[in-house]
């Protein structure tokens, strides 16, 4: 004890936690989180105005929320083949803690997600990243098959499509990739899939191919991001070894309840889904036809490079309510903007503002 605290496990002691800048931004347009820029479906806000006093008094209960979102999905699962989590951050943490141990290898892309990292760092994994390729982020497909065979490594990560280059993977290259490494728990993040709809699940009889498991979450197309609930859902006995590290109760009530009613309302989250696609479409024309350097592909939202210093292009958007978050930094898209879609609306604003800030005429 020489600096007079207990310290923590060594891999603690020289953690940098994954920290984003999470105040004040309630009544500014977010454009920084690629949340759901709306809200969740009225029936979802009916469903937590309904609950009971006395519910908020006992322990949470999930009984059938496994069956909801299996027929949500409409694919032949095991209610057991879903875990339910404290949002997909728990199930990647969970994830982690049950499948990777000091020494090992995670196997990902760079960039990517930034929470894989400390819980790699966490368990004081090895982390290999292997970069996007050319001018459009191309998937590096062929060098991470020589990785994945040469290391052999305990797992690895494919955001699909990838936060934030919005890079797509084919699902049946991910099912190949899976089959040539049976030994590595192959993790696909498909956060933002409904913005692709190219889910690798359609595809997987997960007791073929036991190795690979898929995260989804409610917080980004549902509008749930506050409440914080996600799911795993893969093999029966991977599903439930990372289970076992996450707590009795880690899911609230709230979450619950949110959860059943917009599972009941895909038309919601499909009717929000069309009107990002088209903000997406108008947005990508302004910058087509203003000459912006930008890039989009899948998920809701884009890379923009400004001309001015983007650290102060993004205090000047602020200053006009608008939060975007620059990728300083981040390897292959330092000096960019990450610019999360909403509403055609939204992105109007956001657009007169942009142009305005970097002399464009919008
Ligand atoms: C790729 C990716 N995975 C996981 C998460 C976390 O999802 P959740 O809000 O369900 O914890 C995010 C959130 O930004 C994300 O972008």
Redesign the pocket.
């Known amino acids: 004890m020489e600096q007079g605290w207990p310290p923590a496990r060594p891999e603690v002691e020289s953690l940098h936690a994954y920290s984003a800048p999470l105040e004040g931004r309630r009544q500014l347009l977010r454009l920084d989180?690629?949340e759901n820029t709306i809200g969740p479906s009225p029936k979802v806000v009916e469903a937590l105005r309904s609950i009971p006093a006395d519910h908020i008094a006992i322990y949470p209960e999930y009984d059938g929320l496994r069956e909801a979102v299996v027929a949500n999905l409409g694919l032949p699962l095991d209610p057991q083949q879903i875990g339910l989590f404290n949002?997909?951050?728990?199930a990647?943490h969970a994830v982690f803690h049950a499948y990777g141990d000091r020494g090992e290898t995670l196997l990902t892309t760079t960039p990517t997600?930034g929470?894989y990292t400390p819980c790699a760092q966490m368990q004081g994994m090895a982390i290999e990243a292997v970069p996007y390729e050319g001018e459009r982020f191309a998937f590096p497909l062929e060098a991470l098959q020589h990785r994945l065979r040469d290391l052999q490594p305990r797992l690895l990560l494919i955001?699909n499509p990838n936060?934030p280059t919005g890079t797509r993977l084919a699902p049946e290259l991910i099912l190949e990739l899976a089959a040539s490494a049976p030994n590595t728990l192959v993790v696909v993040?498909e956060?933002?899939e409904a913005f692709t709809g190219d889910s690798v699940m359609p595809l997987t009889d997960f007791n073929a191919t036991p190795n690979l498991l898929v995260?989804r979450?409610l917080?980004?197309t549902a509008g749930l991001?506050g409440l914080?609930i996600?799911f795993a859902i893969g093999h029966q006995a991977v599903v439930d070894r990372i289970s076992r590290v996450t707590g009795p109760y880690d899911i609230n009530s709230f979450a619950v309840t949110a959860a059943f009613a917009a599972l009941k309302d895909q038309a919601y989250v499909d009717g929000y889904v069309a009107e990002v696609m088209r903000a997406r479409a108008w947005m990508a024309q302004q910058l087509q036809a203003a000459g912006v350097r930008h890039h989009v592909d899948g998920g809701n939202y884009l890379l923009i490079w400004p001309n001015q210093d983007p650290a102060q292009l993004d205090a000047a958007l602020r200053e006009a309510g608008i939060l975007v978050r620059a990728m300083g930094g981040k390897p292959l898209i330092d000096g960019s903007l990450r610019v999360s879609i909403g509403t055609t609306d939204q992105m109007r604003q956001f657009w007169a503002a942009y142009a305005r800030l970097e002399g464009l005429s919008a």
């Open positions: 989180f690629n949002g997909v951050d728990a990647i997600f929470y955001c936060n993040d956060l933002y995260l979450s917080a980004k991001a914080r996600g």
